[in-house]
């Protein structure tokens, strides 16, 4: 396999946690004043997205051994809900 493909394979494998982090940060900037707290744990979006991306990558790695192979929909959903559990910690939402 060529530097070529494998970068490819790698970037396809993690634009769904990328894209899913960036419109859940963005998202939430923009709706979510409701669960906002005046002491978020990051207050940054770059931060929420980056920790938020962390979270999603290791849930497609945990999919990808569990299942063995990757894009199944049980892990895109396990993604999702890890995404937003991690946002809401990140928000202080709890505290709201």
């Known amino acids: 396999m060529t530097f070529y493909l494998l970068a490819n394979h790698l970037l396809n494998f993690v634009l769904p946690a ?3 982090a960036l419109l859940l940060v963005l998202s939430s900037r923009v ?3 409701v ?3 005046s002491r978020p ?3 940054a979006w770059w931060a929420q997205t980056a920790i938020v ?3 999603n990558v290791a849930v497609l790695v945990l999919g ?3 299942f063995g192979r990757d ?4 892990t895109y959903a396990a993604m999702v809900a890890s995404a937003a559990v991690c946002q809401w ?3 202080g939402a709890w505290r709201a």
Request: glycine share 12%; no cysteine; proline share 0%.
């Open 31 to 33: 709706f979510g004043g």
């Open 71 to 74: 894009g199944k929909m049980m």
């Open 35 to 37: 669960f906002r707290s």
């Open 18 to 20: 990328a894209a899913v």
């Open 64 to 66: 990808l051994v569990f």
């Open 89 to 91: 910690i990140l928000l």
């Open 53 to 55: 991306f962390a979270a």
């Open 41 to 43: 744990l990051a207050a």
